[in-house]
């Protein structure tokens, strides 16, 4: 057989592939060309999975005055997001940066429509690495050789291989211990010593260093970003003109409940911290000094360009192909946070 009759057979098989993918293409630019609805219709619904923001609404007395029903889900963290949007069950969720990039690589077709930050994002780090009793680790070059907790497709599996980057160190120098993120999985992997150094969240600081700090465990700070904090949802969703109107309300009190929970700290330490959570009220002073000040930028210019440089690590990193960060967010969406903030 020539080689031009394997062309052709060859382009007569990826030709229905090839117009699919041209279509949809072209639906998801008619879609993000298209001006969301000025008013949300009667009736429309939108289910969300993001506690925090429900809770702050809930406490400032916004959640009433929304124009339209919300359905809410107890969903939150990349995986059961990214799940639940699988199987149709949510339209909005609440992540770090990571989650929408896997969701992508995965196939499934997900928008950003806001983005949120730390105005001090150094000194006021989500994250710290937790050092395990014994672990010889003074500093993020000392990772060399050592074990670390690894979480794929989730923010804190991302910046491991920030900090590994920022260390000239490469996965082959260390040893990454897959497993996930939830509850006090990594708290109890550095205490019993299956791994050497782990991120650790603001909520599980104190009380890792109160139960084992005796025994040696130590916090580390890794000196990087690690403050994204998204709403995302499916394609679909923005594609659906009364969904669309409804997400930009919610977009905007997800903006003012940031606002709102960082100008009443006691409120929000007593309504969802103590109340909801059942921490303590030092606890949840702590989280609140922690977070500082929110940071809801009205241009996207660096965003994109962050989510960009995240995508190319984690591309390099894992063999996954390199997407366009632009691509990933519903630019209709850019400004209507920060507006929310300078309205009346």
């Known amino acids: ?64 005055r929304l124009p339209f029903k919300i359905e809410w889900a107890n969903i939150s963290g990349g995986p059961r997001t990214t799940e639940a ?33 730390r ?52 996965q082959r120098d260390v040893t990454l211990v897959e497993m996930p993120s939830t509850g006090d999985v990594y708290v109890s992997a550095l205490a019993s010593g299956l791994v050497d150094a782990a991120p650790i969240a603001e909520a599980n600081q104190p009380r890792y260093l109160l139960n084992y700090g005796k025994d040696g465990a130590r916090l580390l700070p890794h000196g990087l970003r690690d403050d994204p904090w998204y709403l995302y949802g499916l394609q679909s969703v923005f594609d659906d003109p009364a969904k669309a109107a409804a997400a930009r309300e919610y977009v ?8 709102w929970i960082y100008e009443h700290p006691d409120e929000w330490i007593r309504g969802y911290y103590v109340e909801q959570q059942g921490l303590s009220p030092a606890d949840g002073r702590h989280l609140v000094q922690s977070a500082g000040e929110p940071d809801i930028p009205a241009s996207w210019v660096e965003v994109i360009a962050r989510q960009q ?32 903030l300078e309205a009346p």
Not at 13 to 18: F, K, M, Y
Not at 89 to 115: E, F, N, Q, R, S
């Open 85 to 117: 949007f699988r199987s149709r069950a949510l339209d909005l969720g609440a992540v770090a940066d990571i989650p929408p990039i896997h969701a992508t690589w995965t196939g499934l077709p997900v928008k950003i429509v806001a983005a949120g930050f």
């Open 309 to 340: 440089a995240t995508i190319d690590l984690l591309a390099r990193e894992t063999g996954k192909p390199r997407l366009n960060a632009e691509d990933l967010f519903d630019r209709r969406y850019e400004a209507v946070a920060a507006g929310a």
């Open 119 to 170: 105005r001090d994002p150094l000194n006021h780090p989500i994250y710290k690495l937790g050092i395990a009793p014994g672990a010889r680790i003074a500093s993020i070059a000392d990772l060399r050789g050592k074990k670390i907790a690894y979480s794929p497709g989730q923010a804190q599996g991302a910046l491991v291989l920030r900090v590994l980057e920022k260390a000239g160190l490469t």
């Open 252 to 259: 905007r009190a997800w903006a003012r409940a940031a606002r």
């Open 1 to 64: 057989m020539t080689s031009l009759a394997f062309i052709m057979i060859g382009a007569r098989r990826w030709r229905p592939a090839l117009l699919l993918a041209a279509a949809a293409l072209c639906a998801t630019t008619q879609a993000a060309q298209h001006a969301i609805p000025d008013t949300v219709p009667p009736g429309t619904v939108l289910r969300i999975g993001d506690p925090k923001t429900q809770r702050a609404l809930e406490l400032s007395g916004e959640l009433s």
